[in-house]
């Protein structure tokens, strides 16, 4: 057995993802490049509203689905140590 690298679902081990919606996803989430200003800017100098504007603009102008846009953001916010992770204690 193998694991989907996006969803992490089992597949069998000839498959390299478990859907095509998946393949796409994940290399959609590669192509996701965030400048760490860009990333400043959000969470420094924005409100949670200005924030979320920012985000959504930033998907309009790379044609990126917003949800893997947040979700590649949230990583890096953790990261960047400008947000706590939501599943550290779990
Ligand atoms: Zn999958």
Redesign the pocket.
Same mark, same amino acid.
């Given at each position: 057995m193998s694991h @989907?690298p #996006?969803?992490k679902?089992k597949i069998a081990m000839s498959k390299a #993802? @478990?859907?095509r919606s @998946?393949k796409e996803n994940y290399f959609q989430l590669i192509a996701i490049q965030i400048p760490k200003p860009f990333m400043r800017r959000i969470f420094v100098q924005a409100n949670e509203e200005q924030r979320k504007e920012e985000i959504e603009k930033f998907a309009k102008i790379h044609d990126w689905r917003l949800d893997l846009l947040q979700n590649k953001i949230e990583e890096m916010a953790i990261e960047m140590k400008y947000i706590e992770d939501p599943y550290k204690d779990r």
């Amino acid at each position: 057995m193998s694991h @989907c690298p #996006f969803c992490k679902k089992k597949i069998a081990m000839s498959k390299a #993802f @478990c859907s095509r919606s @998946c393949k796409e996803n994940y290399f959609q989430l590669i192509a996701i490049q965030i400048p760490k200003p860009f990333m400043r800017r959000i969470f420094v100098q924005a409100n949670e509203e200005q924030r979320k504007e920012e985000i959504e603009k930033f998907a309009k102008i790379h044609d990126w689905r917003l949800d893997l846009l947040q979700n590649k953001i949230e990583e890096m916010a953790i990261e960047m140590k400008y947000i706590e992770d939501p599943y550290k204690d779990r």
